[in-house]
């Protein structure tokens, strides 16, 4: 009886072990995407062309850019440490990390809020709108994707949802549409010939536009470099403040003040007047 017990326990360990093997991720499959991603170039979406806006978002965006004339955020949430959310992130305004795990791919970027994405790889669908609440970073499914069909991947595409309003593309203040309604998605893939370069072909389909609108951000690594990664704190030394949807400043001596020209104090009716 005790022979057939240990013969069992064998059994069943033997079983766990192979379940657990077909489980592991096998990295020969993918590509080698470890190391500090930098970008190429300046963050923004200019090279994309003219943003494709209707007259209603064309109108939003010229007041976007006439507030930061006037001294205003132009839209720019991320001006009072508001996360810079999907797509703006993927500019890389400091440098990437990106994770491959068998059902998830963490890309990480320390900026801002110590931004990161999680993109699900297992296959999942999406969830119901009531099952999750939108984040400023969306909910991301993607799909490993064998090109060439030698057995390994060449690119991760990706499609997100599920985004939070308010946010722009990038620091010049172009807006999305208010109803949250966004598309993202990205074609992630090694340079053939160097791959040290990686590319994300980026596609929004958005209300604001009349079409979907692509770019594509080059990163680059360098493999002989040791990574150090940085702590972005926003708030620290942060100027910008908002107070009843107002821009303001705080002054290098600690004191509030105005961020536009002739603009009035905030309401201070929980403050006692100073008596003369």
């Known amino acids: 009886m005790q022979d057939l ?74 001006q009072y440490c508001f996360p810079q959310g999907m797509p703006m ?4 305004y400091d440098p990437m990390e990106i994770v491959v795990t068998l059902d998830v791919t963490y890309i990480l970027i320390s900026h801002v809020n110590d931004s990161y994405r999680r993109v699900y790889t297992d296959g999942r669908g999406w969830p119901a709108e009531d099952e999750f609440v939108p984040t ?8 490993w994707i064998d090109e060439d069909g030698d057995g390994k991947f060449d690119a991760l595409e990706i499609e997100t949802r599920h985004l939070l309003s308010a946010r722009v593309y990038d620091a010049s203040g172009l807006p999305f549409h ?8 990205e074609r992630l893939y090694l340079d053939k010939a160097d791959k040290d370069t990686l590319y994300d072909e980026i596609t929004v389909t ?26 972005a704190v926003c708030p ?8 009843a949807d107002e821009p303001y400043m705080l002054s290098a001596d600690g004191f509030l003040m105005p961020a536009k020209k002739d603009q009035a104090p905030p309401d201070l009716k929980y403050f006692p007047r100073a008596r003369k």
């Open 136 to 143: 400023y970073a969306g909910y991301s499914i993607g799909k």
């Open 178 to 185: 208010a109803d949250g309604k966004t598309v993202v998605k």
């Open 236 to 243: 620290e030394n942060n100027p910008h403040v908002v107070i």
């Open 206 to 231: 958005d209300h604001a536009l009349t079409r979907p609108w692509t770019t594509t951000k080059k990163y680059v690594r360098k493999p002989d470099k040791q990574p150090v990664w940085r702590e």
């Open 89 to 92: 992130m993927m500019n890389l």
């Open 5 to 78: 017990r240990l013969l069992a326990a064998f059994a069943l360990t033997a079983a766990l072990m192979a379940s657990a093997s077909a489980r592991i991720l096998d990295e020969s499959k993918y590509p080698d995407l470890k190391g500090q991603w930098d970008r190429v170039g300046v963050p923004n979406w200019t090279p994309a062309g003219t943003p494709p806006f209707t007259p209603e978002y064309q109108a939003v965006f010229e007041a976007n850019r006439a507030d930061m004339k006037n001294g205003g955020a132009g839209g720019v949430p991320s």
